[in-house]
Each structure stands twice: as structure tokens, then as C-alpha cells.
């Protein structure tokens, strides 16, 4: 059901000669004011019409304008191929937005967005802090912010890391079902027992289990040394404007300072920065639309543009 909310304003027609209070209005402002107004009244059809296809009459209500405004306001949109109309049917969203939403989306750089909220949360914390996503069945780093602490956080921009016993790899399969989840457990538990893999902490397939529906209701995950002996950290999850969870930020420590405490505690600052970071990539606080393509936890690329070795390379010295 279409709401009822009016979103425009309200039906003025100042007039240009209209004086201002304490003198005459200089030369040049009131068209100006009134390009502003009708700026602002353009996008207020384009924001009711996203919400479905709409006849002018009820357009014209929603808005609180006259038809005939409204009318013309809708007519210029659809010549600029920002709206579509059909006749029955009334007004939609036109092509042209598709091509500037295919154009945000080509420009948005997941690494560019994110350093400034990762520095961030480096500075807030003193600790490392990583941005990662899913590729090939891997964590991928795409980021790394050391802290000022003198840990040697042994993680590098371009590795790959395994997903069950990372924080950031089930930050970012907290979306999945549990049988992906098994899937990804055994599989890696199994390439863990071959000859020269590194040892990692032993967890049962139940306890893991449990774990992950712990992370899910809270919505962020641990690694507690599983990964790296002497190494925790707390993740959570970057979605997309579709909901879709893309990458994950954690901070990672040692132990010494990474009290059960002090991880729930980091779980505020950690989620914050998370939710930024999606903020940046469209998403607007709603619930994911889907889980993760099954190409990012197989065979598919995944793959996002590396931040530049150099770039790294400053951030350790800084």
C-alpha cells in the first residue's frame, strides 16, 4: 500500500517582487531562490516515484502541488529520461537513473571508501586493523592499518587467509546457511591435516557450529587464537546497498590485550566502522536482501582492485 505521507512542500508561488524583510531583495536572488525551489520540488517527484509507478493525480496529492505544476515538473523529468510514462499507467523511474546508478557503482572503490573509517578505528584502538573479502573460498586482504602497539601482526595486503577460522572470514559468511557453513568447515579442517599446513587451534565441528550462531544473532564474530597462536580479533561485516554482505573489518591484537572482555567491549567501535563503510557503498540500514553468490566462495573471482603497495608501505612508516 502506497503511504500517504505527503513528501513535497507545500504549494507557494512566491512572487520574485516580493520584498525582504529589512530591505529590497538583491538582484539575481529571488530567481535564483526559486531555481532552488524548483530543484528541490524535481527531486521530491523523483523520490515518490521510486516508490512505484504513479498517476499525476496522486502524484499531485503526495506532493501537495497542482496538477498543472506537477505536470510540468514530471513532463521536464521524463524529457531528461529521469522518469518513463505510460498512458494508464502514469509515471515511473527512467532509464537514465539506471545509467548513473551503473556509473556510481563502476566509481565506488571499496579499499578508497573505507581507509579513512579503518584509520580510524587503528587510531581509536591502537590495534591492526584489516579490511577483507571473500575470494575463491579465501579471505583476501585488501587493507591492513597497523596499531601502535609492538605486535607483529604477521598478515599481509594480497594474502589469502582461510574463512572458518578467521574473524574476518566468518564475519563474512555469517549470511550463510549451516550447511555452507559445514561445507567450508570440513573443507578446511581437511586441507588443515595435509603435511605442512600450519597448525592451528583445534576446534570441534559443534563448537564451531555453536559459535557461529552466537555471531550471528550479535552480529560480528571472534577469532580466539584460532587462526594464529597468541593473535584475537573481533569482525564484522560491509554490505552493499542490496544488503549483501561484500567485505569485513576486524581488529586484531594479542591476547595480552584482547580480553573476553575488552572484545565485547570492541564491538561497538568495530560494527560502527563496519556500518560507515557500508554507508558509503549504498546500504541503508536494511535487512540483507541474500546471501553471499555461491561464485565468491568457489569458483567465481571476487576479486576488488588491490590499494597500491606504496600506499601500504607509508601507512607502516606513519
Known amino acids: 500500500m502506497r503511504s500517504t505521507r505527503i513528501t513535497g512542500r507545500p504549494e507557494q508561488q512566491p512572487s520574485p517582487a516580493e520584498p525582504r524583510a529589512g530591505g529590497a531583495e538583491p538582484a539575481g536572488e529571488a530567481p535564483a531562490r526559486l531555481g532552488s525551489q524548483t530543484l528541490f520540488r524535481g527531486l ?39 522518469l518513463s510514462f505510460v498512458p494508464h499507467s502514469g509515471y515511473s523511474l527512467g532509464p537514465k537513473l539506471l545509467e548513473l546508478g551503473f556509473r556510481v557503482r563502476d566509481e565506488l572503490d571499496l579499499p578508497r571508501i573505507a581507509a579513512p573509517h579503518l584509520e580510524r578505528l587503528a587510531l581509536l584502538t591502537e590495534d591492526t586493523v584489516h579490511l577483507g573479502i571473500l575470494d575463491r573460498g579465501r579471505v583476501l586482504y585488501l587493507d591492513k592499518v597497523p596499531g601502535k602497539r609492538r605486535v607483529n601482526i604477521s598478515s599481509r595486503i594480497g594474502e589469502l587467509q582461510p574463512v572458518t577460522s578467521t574473524g574476518l572470514g566468518k564475519a563474512l559468511i555469517l549470511d550463510l546457511d549451516e550447511d555452507a557453513w559445514l561445507e567450508l568447515f570440513r573443507a578446511e579442517r581437511g586441507e588443515a591435516g595435509r603435511p605442512g599446513a600450519r597448525r592451528r587451534a583445534e576446534i570441534s565441528q559443534q563448537e564451531w557450529l555453536a559459535r557461529m550462531r552466537g ?12 587462526n594464529e597462536e597468541q ?26 590485550y584482547m580480553s573476553d572482555h575488552r572484545l565485547q567491549a570492541l564491538s561497538k567501535d568495530v560494527m560502527g566502522a563496519a556500518n560507515r563503510v557500508s554507508e558509503g557503498l549504498g546500504w541503508t540500514g536494511r535487512h540483507p536482501a541474500h546471501p553471499l553468490a555461491s561464485d565468491d566462495l ?7 582492485s588491490l590499494p597500491s603497495r606504496g600506499r601500504a608501505r607509508r601507512r607502516m612508516k606513519a
Open 215 to 226: 555471531y550471528v544473532q550479535a552480529g560480528y564474530a571472534f577469532d580466539l587464537e584460532e
Open 44 to 82: 521530491d517527484v523523483i523520490d515518490v516515484v521510486a516508490e512505484g509507478p504513479i498517476k499525476l493525480g496522486e502524484l499531485a496529492a503526495r506532493l501537495g502541488l497542482t496538477r498543472s505544476t506537477t505536470h510540468r515538473l514530471a513532463s521536464a523529468l521524463t524529457d531528461r529520461r529521469y
Open 298 to 304: 568457489t569458483g567465481g573471482s571476487g576479486r576488488r
Open 231 to 256: 593473535i584475537r580479533c573481533i569482525a564484522a561485516p560491509i554490505r552493499d546497498v542490496a544488503g549483501r554482505t561484500v567485505a569485513a573489518v576486524s581488529v586484531s591484537s594479542a591476547a595480552q
